[in-house]
Each structure stands twice: as C-alpha cells, then as structure tokens.
C-alpha cells in the first residue's frame, strides 16, 4: 500500500515565497526523508529526520515531524526559479528493510 | 568520488526481448536499491541487495524480472521476455547502511516497443 501522501499535488508560487508541502504516511518510522527530482533526472537527498526528532533544519529548508499525526511538512523559503521540480517524501519503515516507502510527490513550480 | 552510474541512460527493446540494467553503487556502498517510477507517480521499491545476497525482493515480480549482485561488478537489474506494461524509469540507489540515506543514480528509461 502506499505509504507516503504528499499534497498539494501540484504547487505554483512566484518566486521568493515560501513553498510548503505536506506528506502523511500510515505506519510506525524509522526516519522521514524528502528528495528532489528534477524533470526527467534521479532523485537528490535533501533532509532526513528521525522518528524522535521534531523539526530540522537546512539552509532554506525546513522539515518537521508529527508521529503522533504521522505526517510531516517541508517549507522552502524564499523560494527560486530554480527550485521548481518534484519533491517526495519517503519513508523507512520501523522493523523492516531499509527500503523506501515514496509518494507520489509534489510538482512545485517557481515562476520568475 | 562518482556518484552512482547507471546504463544505459535510455533502453529501447521490442515485446518479447531482455533487458539488462546496470548500476554500479558509489564507492565505498555496499548496499544497492531498485526502484520503478512511472510517469507522474513516485517511485515504487523492487529489490534490496547486498554483495551476492538479496536482502528483500518484496517489490519483485514474481516472474520475468530478476537482479543481482554479484561480488564483483555492477548490480544487474534484468527483465526477460519484456512487455509494453514495463516501460518504465528504473532508479538504483545505494548507500552505506546504517542511517539510510540513499544517493540515485539518473536512471534508466526502458521503452518497449
């Protein structure tokens, strides 16, 4: 089943606003991670946070965590043209592989 | 340090035929992942390997699609006697275990024909 749900689907904001974009997943985690993946490429590791942590840091990133609502949140400041992709949350799950669950992702665009 | 590399970049084969998919980890991984993406969905876990043994094929086909890891050289994502429904974007990822980040490689594309 899938795990991660990110939304809005889709996201168009005009530069230097902040984007925020959600994800819920359905079963105990290990650790949430977000990635980008531009048009037609492979998917770069933005931040990953762990099941006991609240909320993190990077750069113009923020991610938080909510275990008790299981979801998390991703906000990008003072957003750039340049940040326009698809942005998935996933998830390893607690006591299994280490593989990831994803969703389907957020396609935000950034207009100039 | 390369980052992970995957061929070829873009595959195209007719019904029936086998396609083989590389991937070779970042240096210093031992533990590589494939993925499927279809266009405008994420990507959907197949198989987890590590040297010359499969950790969790859950996300495998049962039939067709195999992969390995062999002690030396390039994990191998193959799917034999291909279908039009596998046309698809395949990801290898691998990392070094423990904390699980894992780095993509760009991807195959694999059109079928």
């Known amino acids: 089943s899938q795990q991660g749900e990110e939304d809005p689907q889709a996201l168009s904001i005009q530069e230097g606003e902040n984007a925020t974009m959600n994800c819920s997943y359905k079963?105990?985690?290990?650790?949430l991670q977000w990635y980008r993946q531009n048009s037609g490429r492979g998917l770069v590791h933005l931040i990953l946070?762990?099941?006991?942590?609240r909320e993190k840091h990077s750069g113009r990133l923020r991610v938080t965590l909510d275990t008790s609502k299981k979801s998390s949140s991703l906000l990008i400041t003072a957003s750039r043209a340049a940040d326009t992709a698809s942005y998935f949350c996933?998830?390893?799950?607690?006591?299994?592989?280490?593989?990831?669950?994803f969703g389907k992702g957020t396609k935000l665009t950034v207009n100039p | 340090n390369a980052g992970v590399m995957q061929n070829p970049r873009h595959l195209v084969r007719r019904r029936g035929q086998e396609a083989r998919l590389r991937c070779s980890p970042m240096?210093?991984?031992?533990?590589v992942y494939w993925y499927r993406q279809l266009p405008e969905e994420g990507l959907k876990f197949m198989v987890y390997?590590?040297?010359?043994?499969?950790?969790?094929e859950s996300g495998m086909p049962k039939e067709r699609f195999s992969a390995e890891f062999p002690k030396e050289g390039p994990s191998i994502l193959r799917i034999q006697q291909v279908v039009r429904g596998d046309s698809a974007a395949y990801f290898c990822?691998?990392?070094?275990?423990?904390?699980?980040?894992?780095?993509f490689g760009a991807g195959t594309r694999l059109s079928v024909l």
């Open positions: 990822a691998s990392s070094p275990g423990g904390e699980n980040i894992q780095y």
């Open positions: 079963t105990s985690i290990n650790n």
């Open positions: 946070i762990r099941s006991n942590e």
């Open positions: 996933a998830t390893a799950t607690q006591g299994g592989s280490e593989k990831l669950v």
């Open positions: 240096k210093g991984h031992s533990h």
């Open positions: 390997l590590q040297k010359e043994n499969i950790i969790d």
